[in-house]
């Protein structure tokens, strides 16, 4: 009896180690997801995005350049790239028109990182895509109209 | 416990290319069961791609990127046997870091 209860409490030591080991992640986690800003995911429209993300407005530029297909047969994974030819290009962000909420993703760039990424989203209907990049605080936007057959968000 | 990240770091003369394919089901809180119940948001909320301990890449990503996310960027000031590692939080709060070697 006394056997089983010091092992059961030598048990749960060893398991507390690992929740206070846990801990320590889930605290780092935990302040990567404070980063994420949530207005802007709530967004619904372009100029909305753009002032939650600190801008007052977008310029459109060809030197901003986005990757699309023309016709995407399944909207549930459209693959989408962007490259900025803007100087100090800070940030990429991916947005679509007709989606729920208008922002998919954002790409912090650092210094020595290439302005130039490639992901793949989702796509509920026919819609712009824009691709906005944030530069010296300022925002430049380039749009491309994808076709969706079958949507993505609902299936 | 996710699963792994798959990452292929090559190095490249204009700079280091990172593809990264990361298991998620990026479940967008919009979608109803048979039941007619809506599935509960489960995304990727961030990611940080880092290299010598110094990040190369950030993202916040909101429930539209698509399910088994894939990211492609480059970098430039690596080298050949060094090392990347990527890093993403959902939003339950689950994590998960992987490191490949760059080739």
């Known amino acids: 009896m006394h056997r089983s209860r010091r092992e059961f409490v030598k048990a749960g030591g060893v398991l507390g180690l690992m929740v206070a080991a846990g801990l320590i992640t889930d605290k780092q986690a935990r302040a990567q997801q404070q980063a994420w800003n949530k207005a802007a995911f709530e967004s619904k429209s372009l100029d909305e995005t753009v002032k939650a993300l600190g801008g007052s407005g977008s310029a459109q530029s060809a030197d901003v350049v986005i990757t699309a297909p023309d016709i995407a047969e399944n909207g549930a994974v459209v693959p989408v790239a962007v490259a900025s030819k803007i100087p100090n290009t800070q940030a990429i962000y991916i947005l679509v028109e007709k989606n729920p909420n208008a922002l998919a993703a954002g790409f912090g760039i650092p210094a020595g990182t290439e302005p130039s990424v490639a992901t793949r989203i989702k796509m509920g209907q026919t819609s712009n895509v824009y691709a906005v990049v944030k530069a010296d605080n300022k925002f430049y936007v380039a749009a491309k109209e994808v076709k969706v057959t079958l949507g993505g968000c609902g299936g | ?103």
């Open chain 2, 1 to 103: 416990m996710p699963d792994p990240m798959r990452i292929r770091a090559t190095e490249q003369p204009d700079g280091v290319d990172v593809r990264v394919l990361m298991s998620h089901e990026m479940e967008t809180g919009q979608r109803r069961d048979s039941a007619g119940a809506i599935v509960p948001a489960h995304f990727i909320q961030t990611v940080v791609v880092s290299y010598n301990g110094k990040p190369v890449l950030s993202a916040e990503w909101g429930p539209a990127v698509a399910k088994n996310p894939y990211l492609q960027f480059k970098f430039k000031g690596g080298k050949k046997g060094e090392k990347v590692s990527v890093t993403w939080v959902d939003n339950k709060g689950e994590t998960r870091t992987d490191e490949a070697t760059i080739g």
